[in-house]
């Protein structure tokens, strides 16, 4: 006897509400569970139904629980920020994956820790430059030695101890998206793990510019022209905290400006060559011209990949050092269980009890 298959019924706006926040389109659904486009068309309008095992199947291309979908209302999740990049590219799916585990993680530190992110007064409105110097006063801190990942983990620790920002890492499948950055109690910035050190520092200061504005954003290599004002002053700035203008100057006049010149600035600051491009453009010792050459060939930049992984140095990137300290602290205080706690910080088993102690 042939096996039946169990059809359940799912509420047309549960459905599309799970599609859209996964940021799918009604094609990739329809590709992902092997039907045709109009039979999910008639899904989402409540006329026709899936089965079950097609219902687990979108569960776990959605990562929600399959519970999402079985209720009459459309479940708690959280609202998304209208990051308002490039309209003609779509962000992809594993960026809003990303966003809503951000939006998540850093909601449930704040539970745990009543932690919230410290932005100072600013008096008055800064140039970039103005407020790269301010931030570096407020930081304390010097032009930091080693290697681009060496100097990166440095600024992590000082941006999360000084003004309690969750820095964290997570991989995006995208070539668009460098970053991102959620601001609420407890703000959060989420940067590519798969882009190279040298790029995640400069993109953890474009959007630290975001939050000193208190405003959301994305790093995006093509930016909407409505926002392109924005993206710039914040790339400015970034290159302003990165390569201090006193110092910059002292060594462009010291070594000059060709490619070996660069070079040699680049493992000082630990910076890619397209910031201290950026910071020559901006003091006006190369013209737009040359800096758009060269900004073609910088966009083409592949990420890395490849090669094995220090996973115990992965997932303490996908959490950050905040949320270790504080779902440790929880757990030894027994306000939290050992299994809480991994499912907080998403880890493995392993990992977790490194971590958590």
């Not at 850093?106 to 600013?122: K, V």
């Not at 397209?274 to 910088?298: P, S």
């Amino acid at each position: 006897m042939e096996r039946k298959l169990v059809k359940v019924n799912i509420a047309p706006n549960v459905i599309k509400t799970l599609r859209e926040n996964a940021g799918y389109t009604i094609e990739e659904v329809a590709k992902a569970l092997n039907v045709k486009v109009e039979k999910m068309v008639n899904v989402e309008r409540g006329e026709d139904s899936l089965t079950l095992n097609q219902v687990k199947k979108l569960a776990g291309i959605m990562k929600v629980p399959l519970a999402a979908f079985f209720s009459d209302e459309i479940p708690h999740i959280p609202s998304l920020p209208d990051y308002r990049i490039n309209r003609e590219k779509r962000i992809d799916p594993s960026v809003y994956m990303a966003i809503r585990k951000a939006k998540y993680f850093a909601n449930m530190i704040h539970e745990i820790s009543g932690r919230e992110t410290i932005i100072p007064r600013i008096s008055k409105v800064k140039s970039p430059r103005e407020l790269a110097m301010w931030l570096r006063s407020f930081l304390e801190v010097d032009i930091p030695k080693g290697r681009p990942s060496q100097i990166l983990s440095y600024y992590k620790r000082i941006i999360e101890k000084r003004m309690n920002i969750l820095v964290i890492e997570y991989p995006m499948k995208t070539e668009d998206v460098r970053a991102f950055s959620i601001k609420d109690k407890l703000s959060i910035v989420v940067l590519n793990e798969n882009d190279k050190p040298s790029i995640k520092l400069f993109s953890l200061f474009h959007e630290i510019a975001h939050v000193l504005r208190k405003e959301e954003g994305i790093c995006s290599i093509v930016p909407e022209q409505e926002n392109r004002d924005i993206e710039r002053f914040c790339d400015s700035f970034a290159a302003e905290f990165l390569v201090p203008y006193g110092e910059f100057v002292k060594d462009v006049e010291r070594f000059g400006t060709d490619y070996g010149a660069i070079k040699e600035m680049q493992k000082k600051y630990g910076v890619t060559v397209q910031v201290l491009m950026l910071r020559l453009l901006n003091l006006g010792y190369i013209t737009k011209q040359a800096y758009d050459d060269f900004r073609k060939r910088f966009d083409k930049e592949k990420k890395t990949g490849g090669g094995g992984k220090n996973w115990e140095t992965v997932f303490r990137n996908r959490v950050g050092n905040i949320a270790i300290e504080e779902v440790s602290k929880a757990f030894r205080k027994g306000e939290i269980s050992f299994h809480e706690a991994m499912r907080i910080l998403d880890l493995k088993a392993k990992y977790a009890e490194r971590f958590i102690g």
